[in-house]
């Protein structure tokens, strides 16, 4: 399964810059495990009239080129400010707290002006002694 999505105009485009505090927390009304961030100040109305000409259609999160999702991206429910909460749809609690976390953890992961490469890799086990 796929699905075509648009690719945004670059003056529609967002970075790890813009966000901070990425994190699980739980949905106040049901209680399930939701990931939330924070936009930082200077990017909130920019992201604001994104998001209310966006609503009801899918708001991928990609870090490093990769969906940080499973499944389907979130839909944007409603303008998005300076707070943003995401849910995960129905699912069994564990499922949906480790999908949190790894979206969270991603979302965290990407705020990270500079991707880390693997320069070498040393065994140490390897000491001489045995």
Do not use: C
């Amino acid at each position: 399964d796929y699905e075509v999505v648009e690719v945004p105009a670059q003056d529609e485009r967002f970075d790890g810059a813009m966000l901070s505090m990425p994190r699980v927390g739980r949905d106040p009304h049901v209680g399930a495990p939701v990931v939330l961030f924070e936009i930082k100040p200077d990017h909130v109305e920019r992201f604001k009239a994104w998001t209310t000409k966006n609503i009801g259609l899918p708001m991928a999160i990609i870090v490093n080129g990769e969906f940080t999702g499973e499944g389907r991206a979130p839909t944007i429910q409603a303008p998005l400010s300076d707070s943003v909460q995401i849910t995960l749809g129905a699912m069994k609690f564990a499922e949906a707290e480790r999908r949190a976390q790894a979206m969270a953890t991603a979302i965290q992961s990407g705020a990270f002006k500079v991707r880390p490469t693997l320069e070498s890799v040393e065994d140490l086990a390897k000491d001489g002694s045995g």
